[in-house]
C-alpha cells in the first residue's frame, strides 16, 4: 500500500532526526572532546548549510532524478559521510564532516514532505495518518539513546544514527508506489526551468511561505534551549526527556485527528490557529516560569508546530502543480526548518543571558505578525 511505504520512511527519517536534532551537540562535547562553544560553532554551521543545501542541491537533484533515487542515494551518502567521524579527532576534522554530512543529510527532509505531497496529489493518501508515524520515529529515537546511552555511555549515539540511516535505506526498498518512480511525473525538464521564479512571483505562495517562516522560526528558543531551560528549574535528565516527548505526543494525537477535525478547514484558518496557540505557549512560559506550566504547553505544540505545518502541505498540494512541488519544499526546508530557526536562536541567546523567561516571549515577534498577515490576506489570495 502507498500509505504504508510513507508511512514507514516517515517513521524511518523521523527515527534517525531524533538522534541528530537533540542529541548531535551533546554527542560532539562528550564523546568528541569539544567544548560547547565549539560544539555550538560545529553545528552552527551546519545549520547554515544546511540551508543553502536544502535550498539549491536538493531541488536541483529533484529536476533530474526521480525522487527515489535522490533519496536513496541520500540515505547512503550519509552513511558513507558519517562513518568518517570515526576517524575524526580534530576540532578541523569534526567540523569538515559536519559540514558534509549538512549538505547530504538534511535534504531527506524535503524529499520525504515532496513524496508526501506527491502521493497526495495523485494518490490521495490520508497524509496526516503517515506523518504521525514520522512522529513516533522521533519519539522512538528519544526513548531509545536515553537507553542506550545509559548502558553504553553516549558514544552510543554515533552507533545509533547508524543503525537508524540502515534501517531507512532498506525501507527505501520497499514497494515503492508507482508514482514516486516516475521521473517529474512526465514533466519534460524545459517546463521546469525557472520553478523559483515563478513561485517567488506567486504572490499567494509568497505570503504562506512567509507565514510558515514565521510560525516556524518561532520555535527557535524552545528547541535550542528548553533542555537547558528545564535544567536552571532543577528538572532531572530523565524526566527533562519525558517532559520534551509530551509535545511529540500531542503532535502524535494531532496527526492521527487532523483530517477529521480540519479535514475541510482553509489553510489560512489553520494558520490563525497556529499562531493563537504559539503566541499562547510563549506568554504562559514567560508569565509562569515552573515546570507544571512548561509541561502543559507542551499541548500547544500541536498547534504551534502541527497546525502550521499541515496547512503549508495543503496548500502546496492544492494550489501548486506538481512539478512546483520539490523547488516548494525546497524553500520551505531552507527558510522555515533551517535559516529563520538559525537567527532567531541568536536573538533568544542573547535574551535568555538576561532572563530565560524573555528568549521565549521574544518569539512573539513572529506569531503576531504572522497572524496579521493572514488576516489582511487571507480574502485576496483565498487561502
Known amino acids: 500500500m502507498k500509505s504504508r511505504w510513507l508511512s514507514l520512511n516517515f517513521f524511518a527519517f523521523f527515527f534517525t532526526w531524533g538522534i541528530f536534532l537533540p542529541y548531535w551537540t551533546g554527542w560532539l562535547v562528550s564523546a568528541k572532546g569539544l567544548t560547547v562553544f565549539e560544539a555550538g560553532a560545529v553545528m552552527g554551521a551546519g545549520m547554515f548549510i544546511r540551508a543553502f543545501s536544502t535550498l539549491f542541491l536538493f531541488p536541483a537533484a529533484a529536476r533530474r532524478f526521480p525522487i527515489t533515487g535522490v533519496m536513496k542515494a541520500g540515505v547512503a551518502l550519509s552513511f558513507l559521510i558519517a562513518l568518517i567521524y570515526i576517524p575524526a579527532g580534530s576540532y578541523t576534522a569534526i567540523l569538515i564532516v559536519t559540514a558534509a554530512f549538512n549538505v547530504v543529510y538534511p535534504n531527506l527532509l524535503p524529499a520525504m514532505e515532496t513524496s508526501a505531497s506527491v502521493l497526495i496529489q495523485k494518490d490521495r493518501i490520508n497524509y496526516t495518518r503517515s506523518r504521525a508515524f514520522g512522529s513516533a520515529g522521533f519519539m522512538a529515537a528519544v526513548l531509545l539513546i536515553g537507553a542506550v546511552t545509559a548502558l553504553f555511555g553516549n558514544e552510543a549515539i554515533l552507533w545509533t544514527m547508524f543503525a537508524g540511516l540502515l534501517f531507512m535505506l532498506g525501507a527505501q526498498y520497499t514497494s515503492t508506489p508507482a508514482s514516486l518512480t516516475r521521473e517529474e511525473h512526465g514533466n519534460p525538464p524545459e517546463k521546469r526551468s525557472g520553478a523559483f ?82 503566541t499562547l505557549r510563549w506568554v504562559l512560559i514567560f508569565l509562569v516560569p515552573t515546570v507544571w506550566m512548561f509541561t502543559l504547553t507542551q499541548a500547544l505544540h500541536a498547534a504551534s508546530f502541527g497546525i502550521a505545518h499541515v496547512a503549508f502541505i495543503r496548500y502546496i498540494s492544492e494550489k501548486l502543480p506538481t512539478r512546483l512541488i520539490a523547488p516548494a519544499q525546497a524553500l520551505y526546508a531552507a527558510f522555515a526548518m533551517s535559516l529563520s530557526t538559525a537567527f532567531l536562536t541568536l536573538l533568544g541567546g542573547a535574551l535568555y543571558e538576561v532572563r530565560p523567561g524573555l528568549s521565549f516571549l521574544s518569539m512573539v515577534i513572529c506569531t503576531v505578525p504572522a497572524a496579521l498577515i493572514v488576516f489582511k490576506t487571507r480574502k485576496q489570495f483565498s487561502y
Open 197 to 278: 521564479r515563478e513561485l517567488v512571483s506567486n504572490r499567494g505562495f509568497l505570503t504562506v511561505l512567509t507565514v510558515s517562516i514565521l510560525l516556524q522560526g518561532a520555535h527557535a528558543s524552545y528547541y535550542n534551549y528548553g533542555f537547558v531551560y528545564l535544567e536552571d528549574l532543577g528538572v532531572a535528565s530523565f524526566t527533562i526527556g519525558l517532559v520534551l516527548n509530551v509535545a511529540i505526543l500531542f503532535e502524535i494525537l494531532f496527526f492521527g485527528m487532523a483530517d477529521r477535525l480540519f479535514g475541510n478547514m482553509p489553510a489560512s484558518r489553520m494558520f490563525l490557529l497556529a499562531a493563537g496557540g504559539s
